[in-house]
């Protein structure tokens, strides 16, 4: 067993604890759906960014190859009639930054490109000035039957710089996959991604038959932007993002480099599979996902991931796939550091209530601990000093009053018991007990019947009316006839055994109370009374007499004076009451009796 005060701090310390826990797995719990559903809408709107660039792209080309096939370029016959076309190749690149070159392939086997010049590695591969905007690689036939090919600088102005004789000039467009058959007609076909060997980058090219159907026009389309929006949505430091097609060659990785494989002399070969990335974590994804294309979670090598794998439309009849992965842990890791900041503030909540509980506890408790020490006085009899145990607890307050209130009447009970005891004269004795009674409910007024001599009826021995003129005299009242087992009136229902009785006091009736009734409201005032009736019953359960404690009706506190802890104690000093008024008459008795033993 403990102190008060040890277990409110105990309760205290375990209710902050069970409160933070609570709070912060609550927290921890709604922060990781928040998360978790942020990290779904990250992926989403990426997803959603890759179609949009896909789809800008594939628009703003095809509008470009569609102008060019209706074009004069598409059945030029040579060099020099193409070359007027130039302008139109120029203003076709600048207004599309989705292209890298536009370029015609005709039927004879000749081929005509226009480059705009955008980065380092084309200014490289194509040996190009400084001051070179685009260059035009032609491939024609010469006047002996062969091919020959040649580079052609131009700067931003369109002005000539030089002619370089250019590579392979052996170069057929027939033989490339992006020359459409005549029999696709004009639409425009896609090829499948591979790598630009003058960029170092994958793109598809995208091309069409002319209007005269002599030529194939086509352009250039890198996709490494769909790289570069990978790198601006990871969501986590592990998380996997790849773009691939159907045979799972990479076509966008955040890391760029990663898409293209090289050969031992630095020059582009071909594309990377997802097998040849250094994380396997893409391939469980797949692994889990198989043709399902939905949001899955594995493990691997311990940790929970979170995937997703969700097709693109590259082209009417080409697809590509986006592939997420991410590992749980990195992307609640926002909720658990939330998390562990609520424990420790639960944690200094605990340090900074303990000092407060304890001096609360202590305030709680000091007021019990006094009336612990009252209670254990008052069961060694000293009742000298009242209680000092108040608090600003209200029950406690409580306490303290009615602990008091005990104890004044336990007080209170045994001098009135002493003081009935050791008095010698019997009418003091009476009005001493009629007094008592009155103050303790505070009646309006009091009477005190006592049984006659012959036993036969209750008779008036004491009246108390404060402030009331003049008294009746005590013959001026009516006698009550008392039969054990004959009259029904109140006075005689508690004479038979009742313990107490309370009764309305009626004046209209016509017996010994209802001319009582009356002589109580002339002196009262008040024709609406009520009346509690006490029995003086000694220890022989004989009743020597009958107290009665009338009050006006119409007193608000009427309910609190006569409730029943105040007519416990009237009850209990009538038992004492009626031993020393029994103890009188049995004195009495014995004193005339001598004294008529004398004579």
């Not at 990377?272 to 692994?287: F, Q």
């Not at 209130?405 to 001493?432: C, G, M, Y």
């Amino acid at each position: 067993r403990f102190p008060l005060h040890v277990h409110i701090s105990t309760l205290l310390a375990l209710l902050i604890v069970v409160s933070g826990g609570l709070i912060g797995w609550f927290n921890y719990r709604q922060t990781s759906k928040v998360v978790l559903s942020a990290a779904d809408r990250v992926f989403n709107e990426l997803f959603l960014k890759l179609q949009e660039d896909l789809e800008y792209r594939a628009r703003l080309s095809h509008v470009t190859v569609d102008m060019l096939a209706s074009a004069s370029v598409a059945h030029a016959e040579d060099l020099e009639t193409r070359i007027d076309s130039l302008p139109l190749f120029a203003d076709a690149l600048e207004a599309n930054g989705r292209l890298t070159s536009l370029y015609v392939g005709y039927e004879d086997g000749e081929f005509f490109q226009v480059v705009i010049l955008r980065s380092d590695a084309q200014r490289r591969f194509y040996a190009a000035p400084d001051q070179a905007a685009y260059v035009v690689w032609s491939v024609e036939s010469n006047p002996v039957g062969g091919m020959e090919s040649h580079y052609l600088y131009f700067d931003q102005a369109m002005a000539a710089i030089n002619m370089e004789p250019g590579l392979a000039p052996d170069y057929d467009p027939r033989e490339r996959p992006w020359f459409v058959d005549r029999e696709l007609g004009h639409s425009v076909h896609i090829t499948p991604p591979y790598v630009f060997i003058a960029l170092g980058q994958v793109g598809t090219t995208l091309s069409r038959r002319s209007s005269r159907g002599n030529s194939v026009v086509a352009g250039d389309a890198p996709l490494h932007r769909l790289s570069e929006i990978l790198a601006g949505h990871a969501v986590s430091q592990s998380v996997e993002l790849a773009v691939f097609d159907e045979q799972q060659r990479l076509i966008a990785y955040p890391d760029a480099k990663q898409v293209v494989k090289y050969n031992a002399n630095g020059e582009p070969k071909g594309l990377k599979t997802l097998a040849e990335l250094d994380s396997p974590i893409l391939g469980d994804l797949l692994a889990q996902v198989g043709n399902s294309l939905e949001r899955v979670d594995f493990e691997q090598n311990g940790r929970l991931w979170k995937g997703s794998v969700r097709r693109l439309p590259l082209s009417d009849e080409r697809r590509i796939s986006l592939a997420m992965a991410a590992p749980e842990r990195e992307l609640v890791a926002e909720a658990a550091a939330i998390r562990w900041q609520s424990l420790g503030v639960t944690g200094l909540l605990i340090l900074a209530a303990l000092p407060f509980g304890w001096l609360t506890s202590k305030l709680l408790s000091t007021p019990l601990t006094r009336l612990a020490a009252e209670s254990r006085a008052i069961q060694q009899f000293e009742f000298a000093e009242p209680i000092q145990g108040h608090s600003a607890v209200l029950e406690i307050d409580q306490l303290a009053k009615a602990m008091d209130s005990a104890k004044q009447t336990i007080r209170n009970f045994l001098d009135l018991s002493v003081d009935l005891a050791s008095e010698h004269r019997f009418e003091p004795l009476l009005e001493r007990v009629l007094d008592e009674s009155m103050e303790a409910v505070g009646a309006d007024a009091g009477l005190l019947y006592l049984l006659s001599e012959d036993e036969t009826a209750f008779e008036p021995a004491a009246i108390r009316v404060p402030g009331a003129t003049p008294i009746p005299a005590l013959a001026e009242l009516p006698s009550s006839s008392f039969q054990a087992h004959g009259a029904d009136d109140a006075l005689s229902q508690v004479a038979r055994g009742k313990t107490h009785m309370s009764i309305e006091l009626a004046g209209n009736r016509n017996d010994a109370l209802g001319r009582l009734s009356r002589i109580l409201e002339q002196l009262l005032s008040s024709e609406a009374l009520s009346c509690q009736i006490v029995p003086l019953r000694t220890a022989r359960d004989d009743v020597v007499g009958l107290l009665m404690l009338v009050h006006r009706s119409d007193r608000v506190d009427l309910k609190q004076v006569t409730s029943e802890q105040r007519l416990a104690f009237v009850k209990a000093m009538a038992g004492v009451a009626a031993v020393a008024i029994d103890n009188q008459s049995l004195f009495k008795a014995q004193k005339e009796l001598l004294n008529a033993l004398i004579k």
